[in-house]
Each structure stands twice: as C-alpha cells, then as structure tokens.
C-alpha cells in the first residue's frame, strides 16, 4: 500500500518558481516509480517526470529545462520543482505511485495557477 499527499501548490506569477512535494506513506515506496502528472480542465493528464526507485529522473520534453524531479527516500518524499512558471503551466498536479507489484496510487492533487 501506498498513500500519496501532494503539496505546494498556489498562485504564482509568471516568471516564478514552486516547489510541489508529494509525502508518502507505505512501505513499498522506496521500491515504487513516482510520477507527476498535471490535468487542466476538460484534458487528459499528461505526464510530467518520473523518477525510478534508484532515484534516477526522467522529465517529459516538455517539461526539459524547467522541471525537475528528485525523491529523498529516508524522508519518503518526491519534489518537482518548477522554473519560470509561465501560465500555460497551471493546472492541478497529481503524484502518482506504481508499485513493484505493479499497483497504482495517486494523491488528490495540488492546484497551480500562474497568473499576473
């Protein structure tokens, strides 16, 4: 089992930074793939980053350059920091977990609205 809280989220201007967190709880998370996914109304959600158990971490290309994600797993958390927010970038983030047995979990999401 895993259990997925996202954090971070809020109203920044364009140009500025967050840092979106995502706490977990479980004892299989040291061993799960972490992925951020983002989701704007009437779309899919689209993936962002993921980063593997051995905390290696692969962006989108669309997120190259601007988002990076890293995962501390003495903590049990996964970070995606976000650069020079533009607004096309608001949405709601999701985390999402797959485990070894190949289970999904995903947290409630976390809401980013850039905006001047």
């Known amino acids: 089992q895993l259990q997925l809280v996202e954090s971070g989220g809020g109203l920044v201007q364009p140009g500025g930074s967050l840092r979106l967190s995502c706490a977990a709880s479980?004892?299989?998370?040291?061993?799960?793939?972490i992925v951020w996914y983002r989701q704007t109304p009437g779309k899919q959600r689209d993936l962002v980053a993921h980063t593997t158990m051995g905390g290696t971490g692969y962006h989108a290309d669309s997120a190259e350059g601007r988002f990076t994600i890293s995962r501390d797993n003495a903590k049990k958390m996964v970070y995606l920091q976000i650069d020079n927010l533009k607004p096309e970038d608001t949405a709601v983030y999701y985390c999402?977990?797959?485990?070894?047995?190949?289970?999904?979990?995903w947290g409630n999401g976390t809401r980013v609205t850039v905006s001047s």
């Open positions: 479980g004892s299989v998370f040291s061993a799960s793939t």
């Open positions: 999402n977990g797959v485990d070894p047995f190949g289970w999904n979990y």
